[in-house]
C-alpha cells in the first residue's frame, strides 16, 4: 500500500506574515462579537462581552489560527488548554485542547532549510545512513525525524520550526492582548511580570543548545535511577535550532489504563517520586505538564522522560515555602497555611474572599495526602472539583494578584501529575512520598 502524503503548512516565518495572521484572528472575533451583540440587543438583552467573544466559534477560530502560528502563540493556547486547574469556561478549554494534538509539520522545503543551515549542503548522505523525511511528532515550536547515523545509533531529531524565537514577544503580546479583550482577566491587573516570565521561559525553551544541556544534566540525575531513562544527547550535531538524542521507543503514557493496576500504580508512584525529588533535592523541574512528555516501555516499566526546555531552576526559598504549606496542610492548620501562601506571594494581604477560596482548594489538594494508606485517584473526583473550584477563583478576579512565576509553573506540574493519576485511576501511597522530605 503506498504510503499517504504528509499532510503540511508553511509556518508563517516573517513578522508581517505573523502579525497578518493576528490581524486576521482580531477581525473575525471582532465581526464574531458585533454580530452575536446584534442577536443579544434583538432579544432585549443585555451583550456581555466575555460571553459574545468565548463562543465555540469564536473558541474554533482562536484554535485555528494560533495552530496555524505555532511558535510561542500555540504554546500559550496550549498551557491555556491545560485543564489541570484552569479558568477556562469548559467550552473553550475543549475547543483549545486541540492545540494539544500533534501540529501539521512544515513542508519539506522549510524543514531541509533549516537542517541545511545547520549542518550544511549535503548533509544527508554525509551524517546517516538513513533520515525519515516524515516527522514522527509535530508541536508547537518544533517537529521530531527518527534518523540513524552512519555509526548505526537510532537518534530522534528536534527541529526548530523557522522564525519561531523571533517571533516570541510579539506572539506573547498578541495572545495577551486577545486575553484581555476577552475579560478573563480584570482591567486593572498588572500582568506585565507574568508576560516577561513567558517571554523568558518561551526564549529558554526555543534555544535546543540550552535545552541539550538540561537533558545531559537530567540524564546525570537519574543515572541509575529506575525505572526512569533519559535519552542521550548527541551533541556534536545539535545546535540552537536543531537537537538530536537517541531514540528510545515507548508507548504514550496517557493510553496504559488497560495495563493491570499494579502498573499503573507503579508508574505514578514513581513519576510523584520523581517530582518531589526535583522540588526538594534537584533544585531543577522539568516544569511542562503536558502527557507527551512521557513514554512508557511495555517490556519492562520503564519511563521515558522527554522534552527539557522547560526546565527550571528551584530556589532554595521556594522549596522551604512548599515544606511550610504541605506541613501545615496535612495537620490542617488553615492558619499556617494562610501565613505560609502570604509568605510565598500566593495570597495578597486582606483579599479574605480569595484566602477562603484558596484554602478550599488546598484541603481538596491534601486530601490524598492525609490519606491514611493508599489514595485512590481513580475513584475519587478530586481533580474534577480542583477545577471546578479553579473556575470559582475566576469569579474573584478583582482580588488577584499575579503570583511569582517560578510557583505558578510548578504548580501546574503539580496539577498535571494530579490529572495523569485520576486519568489512569492510579492507587498510590502518597502520604509516605511526602513525609521523607518533611523530616526535620
Known amino acids: 500500500m503506498a504510503t499517504p502524503p504528509i499532510k503540511s ?20 472575533l471582532a465581526g464574531a462579537v458585533i454580530g452575536g451583540g446584534a442577536r443579544t440587543l434583538a432579544r432585549g438583552q443585555r451583550p456581555d462581552l466575555p460571553s459574545l467573544l468565548l463562543t465555540p466559534a469564536n473558541a474554533r477560530r482562536l484554535a485555528d489560527e494560533l495552530a496555524r502560528l505555532r ?23 475543549e475547543v483549545l485542547a486541540r492545540l494539544r494534538a500533534d501540529a501539521e509539520p512544515m513542508p519539506e522545503r ?17 551524517l546517516f545512513q538513513r533520515f525519515q523525511w516524515r516527522p514522527i511528532a509535530a508541536a508547537s ?3 521530531v525525524h527518527r534518523a540513524t547515523m552512519l555509526d ?11 522564525g519561531v524565537r523571533a517571533s516570541i514577544d510579539a506572539d506573547v503580546d498578541n495572545v495577551a492582548t486577545l486575553v484581555k479583550l476577552s475579560g478573563l482577566v480584570p482591567a486593572g491587573l498588572d500582568l506585565a511580570p507574568l508576560l516577561g516570565e513567558a517571554k523568558r521561559q518561551l526564549h529558554e525553551e526555543a534555544d535546543y543548545l540550552r535545552e541539550g544541556d538540561c537533558l545531559a544534566r537530567f540524564g546525570t540525575l537519574l543515572a541509575g535511577r529506575e525505572p526512569f531513562v533519559v535519552p542521550g544527547r548527541v551533541a556534536p550535531l545539535s545546535t540552537a535550532d536543531v537537537l538530536v538524542m537517541d531514540h528510545v521507543a515507548g508507548v504514550a503514557i496517557e493510553g496504559l489504563t488497560a495495563l493491570p493496576q499494579a502498573a499503573r500504580d507503579a508508574a505514578i ?19 511542562d ?14 519511563i521515558i522522560l522527554l522534552d527539557f526546555g522547560a526546565t527550571r531552576a528551584v530556589p532554595p526559598a521556594l522549596a522551604a515555602g512548599y515544606r511550610a504549606i504541605l506541613r501545615a496542610g496535612i495537620a490542617g492548620d488553615h492558619p499556617g497555611m494562610a501565613a505560609a501562601m502570604e509568605q510565598m506571594g500566593v495570597l495578597p494581604p486582606g483579599a479574605d474572599r480569595l484566602r477562603d477560596t484558596v484554602l478550599a482548594m488546598a484541603d481538596e489538594a491534601f486530601l490524598p495526602l492525609r490519606a491514611g494508606g493508599h489514595f485512590d485517584f481513580g475513584a475519587s473526583d478530586v481533580a474534577q472539583r480542583l477545577a471546578g473550584q479553579s473556575r470559582q477563583l475566576a469569579s474573584l478576579r478583582a482580588e488577584f494578584a499575579v503570583p511569582p512565576a517560578d510557583l505558578l509553573f510548578i504548580q501546574r506540574k503539580f496539577g498535571g501529575m494530579y490529572l495523569l493519576a485520576s486519568r489512569l485511576k492510579a492507587r498510590v501511597a502518597v502520604a509516605p512520598l511526602i513525609a521523607r522530605w518533611l523530616a526535620d
Do not use: C, H
Not at 71 to 93: F, T, V
Open 289 to 302: 505538564p503536558n502527557f507527551a512528555n512521557y513514554r512508557y516501555r511495555l517490556n519492562d516499566g520503564a
Open 9 to 28: 503548512r508553511a509556518v508563517p516565518a516573517g513578522r508581517i506574515a505573523r502579525l497578518a495572521g493576528f490581524g486576521r484572528l482580531a477581525g473575525g
Open 269 to 287: 508512584t514513581a513519576l510523584m517520586q520523581l517530582l518531589l525529588a526535583e522540588l526538594f533535592e534537584f533544585g531543577l523541574m522539568q516544569t
Open 71 to 93: 511558535g510561542a502563540a500555540m504554546k500559550l493556547g496550549q498551557l491555556m488548554s491545560m485543564d489541570s486547574g484552569d479558568l477556562l469556561p469548559p467550552e473553550l478549554a
Open 110 to 126: 522549510q524543514l531541509r532549510g533549516q537542517l541545511d543551515a545547520a549542518w550544511g549542503p549535503g548533509w544527508e548522505a554525509r
Open 152 to 162: 548505526g545509533r537510532d537518534v530522534a531529531i528536534k527541529v526548530q520550526y523557522p
Open 141 to 143: 515550536i518544533g517537529q
